[in-house]
């Protein structure tokens, strides 16, 4: 027997991480033994044994806590041992480092001094301290955070492996801090701190008319150095009015138009002993808002491309060609000129043979070196691009060898694939992998490259399950649905349309300083209720009076919705975007099993359900939700607009799509509470779904089956896949889908909220043929029409580019957004036919149901799952369809053929044949 995956937290030997208690998890391996008969956990600080579980047969290597209090800054050691049915037996160890916990800070959040260059605070500084140290150095940490983005340099070298720091978390209710391992940077004697400070986007330009400030109108930063030397002793240093600052070379960054460096600015030996340059002074900086350790996975440089081409444009353009979509930045050697400019623009796609990036809207998506005549390594310090193509200006001959292209996102690891004989179908599945790697930038945001970048949490909602299985997702979706929650107390237990949802200090109206939570809660159109906030803001009170009567209400709209909810209706909520707040912790803990997670989760769950009750309690408490700011199926193809080629809303009527979703918001917060033991709460929420799914069937079909509304494809396929149709008429639903589809030629019209379940409806209701034949379609609207026309991710709509490669619009038309990659949920439940079982989350029960075509001759699926790898494959062969099976460890499987024969399996490797 083997063991791996040791992770504390979800995380592999994680450095600082938020954590009250470690939850450790593991999977064995390489073993003939079939389950798993007991295990035991050992933790250890400074060799002696802290915690000891003993040998138990009730441990999961899905999460197991360890109940011990820990301690600020220590170095933890963890072992588990496991033993087999059969006498087999491993052990392995792994560790984790606690940041401060309580601990009070020594250091002050500092600024650059408003004065000299500084005077304007759109300056960016370069901060820095020289200490000396004593004795040599055993060990060292810093922990730090600046905002908006911060990197940590110490003696000329920056420190850790991370960027972007400290990453796009809801500033206004805290700040993450990281914690770097800086032992090998500092030395006996002189050493210099230095951190390097850009707006990023607490500070630059956000959201759509591109407001700043947003969080706040001055970069500072906090460090804290925690120094053990040899002999024992300590000491320690932290950020105060003694810094300095310096100008910094980046004289422009902003997360949409990219960043400037001017090299002849540059601070030679800033972060360095011995720096002669004119500095300036620092001030302590009063920030209000509580300091964290980080909650979630690093942002690191995964992977580095060459480019495959330099295209040289009908227009004279020189351009990079990576072959890759994605998220990150291009690298490259500057030997030019002193005074001399390169510059570098990004983009998605070429048009006409030449260089694009009209539909990034208002992003620049630049990079401006401006040369001091020196060579040096190139790369932007407090921003990021979404490209494939790169337009090389003031370069005169281009070079290849000197550009790379590097690829940056989470910390986060692929576990799962799937190969078919069709090349079309694997590129399809690249290029969600890919969607999901390049939106999973500390948070899950709708797109990488335009001027937007948001947490937008329907596209998170959706692609959730098929992230779970692509990916080991457990730590960073915990993330995301911590600032979910975050944001779903402060809007009343609604959930906005992105998270993080940013609240403008300063309305632009008035240009007063006032207190968005005054007005986020006050109730639309009540005046009354408006006179009475802006009572304590004489200046606000003041412009007011001053308007005429009957502008005053339009007014009062304005400054609450305009200045403070920017999101657009986020006090409300919508189905699909707001229900992440179940749709995600369900996906989580249906994938991994761990009920740690979904105990700390389940009050989102439970917010955002009570907040749709109280909705519908209001309107009479019938078991619909008739309110929210209702998107409905986004992006659908059904209700096209002659005046408008870019209409994003579908014809599905929104108030039954909202009403489904609060059933299944509410079925899905039953079944946690059921996993949790919450018997009353279960009880209660599963009487609430069945009187939601009987009010949507009474308010919404006939007896016979039929539709009061339009039954638009995805009307049909939320009624199949929620289980909500007139009892013994599912049947009637399945052939009303299939007409719809009939008079589509076979192809799909469905948005954000049919999609995801289109072809599992289909499946799972005996129309496999039909899912298969939309799943293969490439031609408009198809997901392989995509593939086709040479996408490498996946697109925000079925025709961002015309059948001629042409782009179809520049509004909103992204080609690199991943929420139609949640096809990928079906490749791995119903193609492969592996599916996760609610009883023993985390794939240790699970059900094995393949469901091939023959338009598919062969599939090969591998799943690392929490519980161990899993693989399945079928292939035609003859008269024959041949399976082979991998169960891992402690895990079984009910395999059911199509064949309608039914294996009961517990580990190990199995083949299968059925006859046609």
């Known amino acids: 027997m083997k063991l791996s995956h040791l992770r504390t937290n979800h995380v592999k030997e994680?450095?600082?991480?938020?954590?009250?208690?470690?939850?450790?998890?593991?999977?064995?391996?390489?073993?003939?033994?079939?389950?798993?008969?007991?295990?035991?956990?050992?933790?250890?600080?400074?060799?002696?044994?802290?915690?000891?579980?003993?040998?138990?047969?009730?441990?999961?290597?899905?999460?197991?806590?360890?109940?011990?209090?820990?301690?600020?800054?220590?170095?933890?050691?963890?072992?588990?041992?496991?033993?087999?049915?059969?006498?087999?037996?491993?052990?392995?160890?792994?560790?984790?480092?606690?940041?401060?916990?309580?601990?009070?800070?020594?250091?002050?959040?500092?600024?650059?001094?408003?004065?000299?260059?500084?005077?304007?605070?759109?300056?960016?500084?370069?901060?820095?301290?020289?200490?000396?140290?004593?004795?040599?150095?055993?060990?060292?940490?810093?922990?730090?955070?600046?905002?908006?983005?911060?990197?940590?340099?110490?003696?000329?070298?920056?420190?850790?492996?991370?960027?972007?720091?400290?990453?796009y978390h809801c500033y206004d209710f805290n700040l993450e801090y990281q914690t770097f391992d800086v032992t090998e940077l500092l030395r006996q004697g002189g050493n210099t701190v230095g951190l390097a400070l850009g707006p990023g986007w607490y500070k630059g330009d956000m959201i759509f008319d591109r407001y700043h400030d947003l969080y706040g109108d001055t970069l500072h930063a906090i460090c804290e150095l925690h120094v053990t030397y040899e002999d024992g002793s300590?000491?320690?240093?932290?950020?105060d009015d003694s810094w300095r600052a310096y100008p910094s070379p980046v004289t422009f960054s902003n997360i949409y138009d990219g960043e400037h460096f001017d090299a002849n600015l540059s601070v030679p030996g800033w972060s360095e002993p011995g720096c002669k340059a004119e500095s300036f002074g620092t001030v302590v900086y009063e920030e209000k808002v509580p300091l964290v350790a980080r909650r979630g996975p690093k942002i690191v440089k995964k992977q580095e491309f060459a480019p495959i081409e330099v295209i040289h444009t009908p227009k004279g353009e020189t351009v990079l060609d990576f072959g890759q979509n994605m998220t990150g930045w291009v690298e490259f050697n500057a030997d030019a000129p002193g005074g001399s400019v390169i510059k570098l623009s990004y983009g998605e796609v070429m048009q006409n043979g030449c260089f694009y990036r009209d539909n990034l809207r208002t992003a620049k998506a630049e990079y401006i070196y401006t040369s001091d005549g020196k060579k040096r390594r190139v790369r932007p310090h407090f921003t990021f691009y979404g490209f494939r193509y790169v337009k090389v200006e003031g370069v005169e001959m281009v070079c290849p060898g000197d550009f790379t292209a590097c690829h940056i996102r989470s910390d986060i690891d692929p576990i799962g694939s799937i190969e078919t004989d069709n090349v079309r179908v694997n590129q399809l599945f690249h290029n969600a992998m890919w969607g999901q790697f390049d939106n999973f930038l500390d948070l899950p945001t709708d797109c990488p490259q335009r001027d937007e970048r948001l947490g937008w949490t329907g596209d998170a909602a959706i692609i959730s399950a098929a992230a779970c299985k692509n990916i080991y997702m457990p730590a960073f979706f915990h993330h995301f649905i911590e600032n979910v929650g975050m944001e779903e107390e402060y809007h009343g237990g609604a959930v906005p349309f992105y998270v993080p949802a940013p609240k403008k200090a300063k309305p632009g109206t008035t240009g007063i300083d006032v207190d968005p939570a005054d007005f986020m809660s006050l109730p639309e159109g009540d005046m009354a209720a408006f006179d009475a906030a802006i009572d304590k803001y004489p200046e606000l009170r003041a412009a007011v009076d001053a308007l005429p009567e009957a502008e005053r209400a339009d007014f009062a709209v304005k400054v609450i919705t305009e200045n403070f909810s920017f999101e657009h209706g986020n006090r409300k909520g919508a189905a699909i975007w707001s229900d992440v707040a179940t749709m995600m912790p369900w996906a989580v803990y249906e994938n991994y099993g761990d009920l740690n997670l979904l105990r700390a989760e389940y009050p989102v769950m439970k917010t955002w359900v009570e907040r749709m009750r109280r909705d519908d309690t209001e309107d009479g408490g019938r078991g619909l939700w008739l309110r929210g700011r209702q998107l409905g199926d986004w992006l659908a193809l059904d209700k096209p607009d002659p005046k408008d080629a870019e209409n994003p809303f579908g014809a599905t009527d929104l108030q039954y799509t909202a009403s489904c979703f609060y059933f299944y918001s509410t079925e899905l917060t039953m079944k946690a509470a059921r996993a949790l033991g919450y018997a009353e709460d279960a009880e209660d929420y599963a009487a609430l779904s069945q009187k939601i799914r009987g009010a949507v069937i009474s308010e919404y079909f006939n007896p016979d089956g039929s539709f009061k509304i339009e039954g638009t494809q995805t009307a049909c396929v939320l009624s199949l896949f929620f289980g909500i149709y007139p009892k013994g008429k599912k049947d009637v639903v399945l052939e009303q889908l299939k007409s719809r589809l009939r008079a589509k030629d076979w192809h799909l019209d469905t948005g954000f909220c049919g999609t995801p379940f289109l072809c599992r409806a289909l499946s799972d209701n005996g129309a496999n043929d039909i899912a298969y034949t939309l799943f293969l379609n490439d031609d408009f609207p198809s997901w392989l029409y995509e593939v086709k026309l040479g996408a490498t991710t996946v697109w925000e709509r079925w025709n961002s580019l015309l059948p001629d490669g042409s782009i179809s619009g520049t509004g909103m038309n992204s080609l690199n957004h991943y929420a139609y990659g949640s096809i990928v949920d079906w490749m791995y439940r119903n193609m492969a036919g592996l599916c996760p079982s609610e009883e023993k989350p985390g794939y240790k029960r699970v059900t094995i149901c393949p469901m091939p075509d023959p338009r598919i001759r062969s599939v090969k699926m591998e799943m690392d799952t929490a519980s161990g790898l899993y693989k399945v494959g079928w292939r035609y062969d003859g008269d024959k369809l041949r399976y082979n099976i991998e169960v891992p460890f402690d895990c079984t499987a009910d395999i059911m053929l199509p064949c309608g024969r039914i294996e009961k399996v517990g580990a190990g490797s199995y083949a299968f044949d059925d006859t046609l």
């Open 14 to 167: 994680p450095l600082g991480l938020n954590m009250s208690r470690p939850v450790f998890t593991w999977t064995a391996y390489d073993t003939p033994d079939k389950k798993q008969a007991a295990a035991q956990i050992t933790v250890s600080l400074e060799g002696k044994t802290v915690f000891d579980s003993g040998r138990g047969e009730d441990i999961s290597s899905l999460g197991y806590e360890a109940p011990i209090e820990l301690l600020p800054r220590k170095r933890y050691g963890w072992t588990v041992t496991v033993w087999g049915d059969g006498g087999d037996c491993a052990s392995a160890s792994s560790y984790f480092e606690t940041a401060k916990q309580d601990e009070p800070w020594q250091a002050k959040w500092i600024a650059a001094a408003s004065s000299g260059e500084f005077a304007d605070k759109e300056r960016q500084p370069l901060l820095a301290k020289d200490i000396s140290l004593s004795g040599n150095v055993a060990s060292a940490r810093a922990y730090a955070c600046g905002v908006g983005i911060y990197e940590l340099w110490i003696n000329g070298k920056k420190a850790g492996d991370e960027y972007l720091l400290p990453g």
């Open 234 to 239: 300590k000491a320690v240093f932290g950020t």
